[in-house]
């Protein structure tokens, strides 16, 4: 045999060698532990952070300045809403104006075409009061001589 056919016949055992060795290591690696699952004994001084939700209550709320939350001013002459048969839905824009948009009867199960209307400054709102301003988030209405607002999804 000559040197040429002996070299070529070593690199190819080599080669099949490296192959089969590189083989059984991935499947060895590869193969998931079928051992018992046990759990660590841990510290009993070890403590987590004292971080927790809380529910707010009535109190933590009124705490809140809700108006600076959302970048509003509110009139301190206006009254809290009153209870009103609508409920604000909506303000939107149109052509320069602000319109709201007034669920006329919330006391309805279903949706129907005509239950969503949209109300002006100085329009007269199904209960009788006047629309007098329509902000960013609320609109303020005035009633026999009283003013209140509405903001987004009162329904009282």
């Known amino acids: 045999m000559s040197f040429r056919a002996l070299f070529s016949m070593q690199w190819m055992v080599l080669v099949a060698a490296v192959g089969l060795v590189s083989a059984t290591a991935a499947w060895v690696t590869q193969t998931p532990s079928t051992d018992a699952i046990a759990l660590e004994s841990r510290d009993g001084t070890w403590q987590s952070a ?8 009535g109190n933590t709320m009124k705490q809140i300045d809700m108006n600076a939350l959302w970048g509003l001013t509110p009139k301190k002459d206006v009254e809290a809403t009153a209870s009103t048969p609508w409920a604000l839905k909506g303000i939107i824009e149109d052509n320069g104006r602000k319109v709201a948009i007034i669920d006329v009867d919330i006391a309805a199960k279903s949706n129907t075409q005509d239950r969503y209307q949209r109300f002006l400054e100085g329009d007269t709102l199904p209960d009788g009061a006047v629309l007098v301003k329509i902000n960013k988030s609320q609109v303020e209405f005035t009633k026999n001589g009283t003013s209140s607002v509405k903001r987004f999804f009162e329904q009282q």
């Open 50 to 57: 004292s971080f927790g939700y809380k529910q707010a209550s």
